[in-house]
């Protein structure tokens, strides 16, 4: 790679994409912030980084949307150049009963969580195919690794997303494009909060570290899979949860 070094963080407004889309900045990389709904906080991270002196442009797209991921690039393309790290972080989550999840709910999540991975990894992948060189960190989740009650459908998903990991991993080594994966924990962000004070207080305390990760704990994770340091692995995946999965 050589110049300017693009990236893309979908799902950056807010949480752990916009940790890490706010350390990538200040690594040196120009980068996408992707946001569905949150053009003010989008925006907000942009005015701040480039008040530091980094390059970062907001752009809207629904993930789960395949004109939209393919018109977001685009236009990062035209911003900063052809995207060399992918961070698809984009997710949607929530609570039921099995024999409460409707048609609706099954398709959204796998829409976003999996479907939305493989949209932007198909549009960036030309460049990266064409270059040799390249590197994608799907944010999955614990429950990518473990059964969780209630959350069968964003468990399914998240496995999902390790399975397309490793299997992408393989297909991509020979072209020099590694592949990686972070599973959370609880992370303190708007997905977990919605669980309330005392659910998030025995979570923590459920965590053998004593207390919830933060995004930037993840974004730690995520800069360790795209950075040069972890230039021979590929095909992993990178628990951080404090110690919460036996
Ligand atoms: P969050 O606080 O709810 O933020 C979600 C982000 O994703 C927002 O920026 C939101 O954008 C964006 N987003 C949602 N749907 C989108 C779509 N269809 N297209 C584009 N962007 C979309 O979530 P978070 O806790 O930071 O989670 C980030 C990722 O980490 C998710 O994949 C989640 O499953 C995973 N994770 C989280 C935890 C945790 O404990 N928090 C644990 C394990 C894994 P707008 O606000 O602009 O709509």
Redesign the pocket.
């Known amino acids: 790679m050589s110049g300017r070094k693009t990236a893309l963080v979908?799902?950056?407004?807010?949480?752990?994409?916009?940790a890490v889309a706010a350390r990538l900045a200040r690594a040196g990389w120009a980068v996408g912030v992707?946001?569905?709904?949150?053009?003010d906080?989008?925006e907000e991270l942009v005015a701040l980084l480039r008040a530091e002196g980094c390059e970062a442009v907001a752009l809207?797209?629904?993930?789960?949307?395949r004109a939209q991921v393919d018109g977001m690039v685009r236009r990062l393309e035209d911003a900063f150049g052809a995207v060399s790290l992918l961070v698809?972080?984009?997710?949607?989550?929530g609570q039921a009963l099995f024999q409460d999840v409707t048609d609706e709910l099954w398709e959204r999540y796998f829409?976003?969580?999996l479907n939305?991975a493989r949209h932007t990894i198909q549009a960036v992948l030309p460049h990266m195919l064409h270059e040799k060189a390249g590197c994608i960190v799907n944010?999955?989740?614990?429950?990518?690794q473990h059964g969780a009650s209630c959350e069968v459908t964003?468990s399914c998903t998240?496995h999902a997303l390790i399975g397309l990991t490793r299997s992408l991993a393989m297909e991509l080594a020979p072209s020099g494009i590694r592949v990686n994966c972070v599973?959370?924990?609880?992370?303190?962000?708007?997905?977990?909060r919605v669980l309330g004070e005392e659910t998030l207080r025995a979570l923590a305390a459920e965590t053998p570290l004593g207390r919830?990760?933060t995004?930037e704990d993840?974004a730690a994770a995520v800069a360790f899979l795209a950075s040069d340091e972890a230039s021979f692995i590929t095909g992993q995946v990178l628990t951080a949860d404090g110690g919460f999965l036996p």
């Open positions: 979908t799902g950056a407004s807010r949480g752990i994409g916009r992707n946001y569905r709904e949150r053009r906080k989008a809207q797209a629904d993930v789960a949307v698809n972080n984009a997710g949607v989550a829409a976003v969580n939305g944010v999955s989740s614990i429950w990518g964003y998240k599973a959370p924990g609880v992370i303190d962000t708007d997905m977990v919830l990760g995004p993840i």
